[in-house]
């Protein structure tokens, strides 16, 4: 089954702002075509599950929000394009490749396993199915995502930009990192300073804190592709990545949420609104 590859909510005519929201790794539609050889509840690991549930009152805060529908496994919109494992394909592919240390562990645009000991597939991708990926869900996301982050900047000379995720509450042991630290209920992530203003960083910072959250900085997620794209703020472009730890909403077994979700997605909108305002007093 072919799924439109994302779902885009705007605001109300009168209550827009220049804030995007987007959401690439919340997908649930697995393509007919991916054939994993991972069972179906080790795959739904790599998942942001519900992350757009949790953030919808986006569009009431004067919002746009972009979720995609296909799963990060199959291919990632927050990679980017040259960041693919070689090793993954059965021939050699057309442009330079510059493939990061997420592909490294596994996690690049077109993943290679779910975690350590659990490979997605038990064949080599043919160049020509990567291509078709690409063509049909990662380009209609990604054009997406930067139609509606250039027109809010065209029309209000600045944008603001949330990329909104979900991690793991073994995210440190994922990533090959050891810490002695607890893993934050939320982290914050602009590239270590790179890709938004202080001020948006701060205000997202005390409205999760002021909800009861706690809340670290580039640790262990800093940002990827997207942020790096996006994030300009010497041009007023200003990119900013929340992780939410996933057990504060759901049972990452079953995927399905639990207690937390109604509280968190209160949170959220309290955030939201935090973010809203400070959206407002930066406008020119």
């Not at 250039?150 to 990533?175: I, K, T």
């Not at 790179?194 to 580039?218: F, K, W």
Request: a neutral charge.
């Amino acid at each position: 089954m072919t799924t439109h590859p994302f779902t885009l909510l705007h605001p109300g005519a009168n209550n827009l702002l220049p804030l995007v929201c987007d959401s690439p790794h919340s997908g649930t539609h697995y393509p007919d075509d991916f054939r994993p050889c991972a069972p179906m509840p080790v795959l739904r690991q790599g998942e942001d599950t519900h992350i757009e549930r949790l953030w919808s009152a986006v569009p009431e805060f004067g919002g746009t929000l972009l979720s995609a529908n296909f799963p990060r496994t199959y291919i990632d919109p927050n990679r980017s394009l040259d960041d693919l494992d070689a090793d993954l394909l059965d021939g050699p592919w057309p442009q330079a490749l510059a493939p990061g240390e997420k592909t490294r562990l596994g996690y690049g645009l077109v993943w290679r396993q779910v975690n350590a000991e659990t490979p997605i597939y038990d064949r080599r991708l043919t160049v020509a199915e990567v291509q078709q990926r690409i063509d049909r869900y990662w380009r209609p996301y990604r054009e997406a995502l930067n139609r509606e982050v250039d027109g809010a900047h065209r029309r209000f000379g600045g944008v603001w930009h949330l990329n909104l995720h979900s991690m793991p509450n073994n995210a440190y042991q994922r990533l090959g990192i050891r810490s002695t630290r607890p893993l934050a209920d939320f982290v914050l992530g602009d590239r270590d300073g790179t890709t938004c203003e202080p001020g948006l960083m701060d205000v997202v910072q005390r409205s999760l804190q002021d909800a009861g959250y706690s809340v670290a900085r580039n640790d262990p997620y800093k940002g990827v592709a997207v942020l790096a794209e996006i994030g300009r703020p010497q041009e007023n472009r200003h990119s900013l990545q929340i992780e939410i730890r996933r057990p504060l909403y759901m049972d990452e077994a079953s995927r399905q949420p639990n207690t937390g979700f109604a509280p968190l997605q209160s949170s959220l909108r309290g955030v939201l609104r935090d973010v809203a305002a400070y959206v407002r007093s930066r406008m020119h």
